[in-house]
């Protein structure tokens, strides 16, 4: 009799605990690991046509920036040779983006620009700004008090003969993109002056 009540007594246990994996819970945890997946892909195919085919690019010039950089960083960095960069560009955007030009004020695309977007660099497509953070400057250049993620951007001095300036360029191709200056608004302070020749404009859906 005992050894039946033992028997019993495993049973219960088994029964107790099926009903906690039931079948419809795996189909639906499938589904749901379907639909993430597919998001990915979405998100990842308007990048794809701004990134360059082969991977075998040349470093020549440029091998002292990878030094000490994480690799995930070092693997997402486009680097090009500047042949490669006068064929993708303009002579304008070549000028500015990989000579550190500046574009005359009031001249360039977006300084006077007020419609809902994304502003990514002209030269890789690399989301930098949105029209969010953007305000009126007055200086004839898009301003901006923030960029769009905390590495969009980066930032190096730059020491003139006369003028000591903190020099902006994109995180991801090293393009040249403007100044940033402590005179800005709220809540930064910070006013990225920049120069509509390097950027793209991606304007958002209307809703
Ligand atoms: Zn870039």
Redesign the pocket.
Known sequence: MQAGENRRCSRTIVDHGRPSLPPWLFLALLIAACDGRQDARKVEGPASPQTPGPAGVATEGKDSKMEGGAASKAASK?VKTEEEWRKILSPEQFRICREKGTERAFTGLYWNEHRKGNYV?V????ELFTSETKFDSGTGWPSFWKPAGESSVGTSHDNGLFTRRTEVH?S????HLGHVFDDGPQPTGLRYCLNSAALGFVEAKQK
């Open positions: 486009i660099c030269a890789c497509g690399n994109c991801r191709c090293d393009s």
